[in-house]
């Protein structure tokens, strides 16, 4: 059964990652036109505010018990693209600031790893580790060009019109596409690694290694 402690550890970081990343689309989307976030109540910090039932909950307890690892979403922020001052450009900045700021987040706890380290706090050092880990899987898996994910919005930004809306069908089958990719494998060979060495990076940059 696990206790109080390590539910801690693992929520606080996962709760701030998911919260922060989808404020963030909200943020940048309001800053360049759309305001339909910030009209609804989601440019918020309150984590309540950004669970989805069966993404946050459901879905990441059903595939740490049966496939061995973690996967889940937030409920994700209103967005209408044709408010944006320019849609298909903006698109990319809205898209990519989810991704960034969980590579922030990384950042912020590595800082606290650190702190932790030299106070010799185990529970905010054992927490800051959950807190790089889940960010950096954030980042990576998001990234991935596929719709709905923040990479495959990237990547149709960046197309011509044409092969942009082409690439949008996607988008209905991206969760299906994403879930296979990750029985096969994907995990372990791709998005782990990628993980792994980014985070090796970062505790040798702060001499933690």
């Given at each position: 059964m696990i206790d109080i402690q390590t539910l801690l550890i693992y929520a606080i970081p996962v709760l701030f990652a998911?919260?922060?990343?989808?404020?963030?689309?909200?943020?940048?989307?309001?800053?360049?036109?759309?305001?339909?976030?910030?009209?609804l109540g989601r440019l918020t910090l309150n984590p309540?505010?950004?669970?989805?039932?069966?993404?946050?909950?459901?879905?990441?307890?059903?595939?740490?018990?049966t496939a061995g690892f973690i996967f889940g979403w937030a409920k994700p922020v209103p967005i209408n693209y044709r408010a944006l001052r320019s849609p298909k450009q903006d698109?990319?900045?809205?898209?990519?600031?989810?991704?960034?700021?969980?590579?922030?987040?990384?950042?912020?706890?590595?800082?606290?790893?650190?702190?932790?380290?030299?106070?010799?706090?185990q529970f905010l050092a054992d927490m800051a580790q959950v807190g790089i880990q889940i960010n950096l899987?954030?980042?990576?898996?998001n990234l991935l060009p596929l719709p709905p994910l923040d990479g495959g919005r990237v990547v149709s930004s960046l197309l011509p019109p044409k092969l942009a809306y082409q690439y949008d069908q996607l988008e209905p089958y991206g969760l299906f596409i994403l879930l296979g990719l990750l029985f096969l494998g994907i995990f372990q060979s791709?998005?782990?690694?990628?993980v792994k060495f980014i985070q090796q990076w970062a505790y040798t940059l702060v001499g933690l290694i």
């Open positions: 998911i919260t922060v990343h989808e404020t963030a689309h909200g943020w940048v989307a309001s800053l360049l036109g759309d305001h339909s976030a910030r009209m309540i505010k950004h669970i989805d039932l069966v993404g946050t909950l459901v879905v990441p307890a059903f595939l740490y018990f698109m990319l900045w809205v898209a990519i600031a989810g991704p960034v700021s969980n590579f922030i987040m990384a950042a912020a706890w590595l800082i606290t790893l650190f702190m932790a380290m030299n106070i010799g706090s899987l954030l980042a990576v898996l791709v998005i782990l690694p990628i």
